[in-house]
């Protein structure tokens, strides 16, 4: 089955400054790849998503880059503020199974930006 | 308002008493599943629904059981909880097909001593 795989861990950095998270996937078909944020007391909630068909996505001061030969996508915010602090899932669909819609998630970034 | 509703948010149970957690969506969407939350190993599937009367397994199914009888909601079922259990469950639902948008609940938090 797919397995993703996701980096950092933990990380802070200083407000204004940027955030990059990275994953890993292993299944080939796997043609979607979302990006969800949980804040504390609340269930993930999606902040940005591509395609595979794209190589990247910009939405305001968030963006995701794809590169499916690596078979690794990223997640990019920039000018990060404290309201950004959370934890962050990336996720890649399991492509593999016909007619089925099954998320694999990573295990999670702990996000904190410090004012 | 779309949403993904769960109850109860919070839950204290006894080994091997039988317990429902409720899940219940007002999108009419096709696609609902499961997940726990545990720290260090981030979401992983329960159980998954394609539409009604229509369910499978996912990466963790063990103790757990569901039924989809009506679109909109998806029960999860411990029929004898263990302390292994304990954990933070979240229910979602998408529309149907790859590459679509899942909304989540707002959590159940389960404590089995």
């Given amino acids: ?115 | 308002e779309a949403q993904v509703t769960q109850n109860p948010r919070y839950l204290i149970t006894v080994t091997g008493k039988k317990l429902t957690v409720t899940c219940s969506q007002n999108m009419n969407h096709e696609y609902m599943s499961w997940y726990r939350q545990d720290p260090g190993l981030g979401l992983r599937q329960i159980y998954y629904s394609m539409n009604v009367e229509v369910t499978d397994k996912g990466d963790v199914p063990e103790g757990y059981k569901v039924s989809r009888k009506e679109k909109r909601n998806f029960p999860l079922i411990l029929e004898s909880p263990s302390p292994n259990q304990t954990s933070l469950y979240f229910c979602a639902s998408s529309l149907q097909g790859k590459g679509t948008e899942a909304f989540f609940g707002q959590g159940t938090r389960l404590t089995v001593v």
Avoid: M
């Fill in chain 1, 1 to 115: 089955g797919e397995n993703v795989e996701q980096h950092p861990s933990t990380l802070s950095v200083q407000e204004g400054d940027s955030a990059v998270i990275k994953c890993t996937y292993s299944d080939s078909a796997s043609n979607y790849f979302p990006w969800y944020k949980q804040e504390l007391g609340k269930g993930p909630q999606l902040i940005i998503d591509i395609r595979s068909n794209v190589g990247e996505k910009k939405d305001q001061r968030i963006a995701v880059t794809l590169n499916k030969t690596a078979k690794h996508f990223s997640l990019h915010i920039t000018e990060t503020q404290p309201e950004d602090s959370a934890v962050y899932f990336c996720a890649a669909n399991v492509g593999s199974k016909a007619g089925s819609y099954q998320l694999t998630f990573g295990k999670g970034t702990k996000l904190s930006v410090i004012p």
